[in-house]
């Protein structure tokens, strides 16, 4: 029973991520236009990465000095990502930035867990 919070919050985490970069991937190569009928969902998906994110960092119990820089670099991607979908106005070129920030972040999550795993 003590795994169902870590859990649920490791799944919110994932799950708004590929919601959010899902849409956009779709958007982009698809429909060549971010539906503003997407943005709400968007935003939902934003708050899940945040509140996900936050927990998921609180919830470790040490980090390296290595670890963390790499996830400030991810963070500082990931809002990127947020800011550029909240201004998106149209233009296929945001799109095309979002998602290879959105790449890199996939990239250093990937080696962030790889990082965390007991050697």
């Known amino acids: 029973m003590d795994a169902i919070l870590p859990i649920a919050m490791r799944w919110l985490h994932i799950a708004?991520?590929?919601?959010l970069l899902g849409g956009v991937f779709y958007a982009r190569v698809a429909i060549g236009d971010l539906a503003m009928s997407f943005k709400p969902m968007a935003y939902?998906?934003?708050g899940g990465i945040l509140?996900?994110?936050?927990?998921n960092f609180l919830s470790k119990s040490s980090t390296s000095l290595h670890y963390q820089v790499w996830l400030g670099i991810k963070v500082l991607l990931a809002l990127h990502v947020f800011s550029a979908l909240i201004v998106y106005k149209g233009k296929r070129r945001l799109l095309t930035g979002i998602l290879?920030?959105?790449?890199?972040?996939?990239?250093i999550a990937a080696y962030l867990r790889w990082m965390s795993l007991p050697a």
Do not use: M
């Open 44 to 46: 939902w998906a934003i």
């Open 51 to 55: 509140i996900s994110g936050l927990y």
């Open 100 to 107: 290879i920030s959105g790449a890199a972040i996939l990239a």
């Open 16 to 19: 708004s991520a590929v919601v």
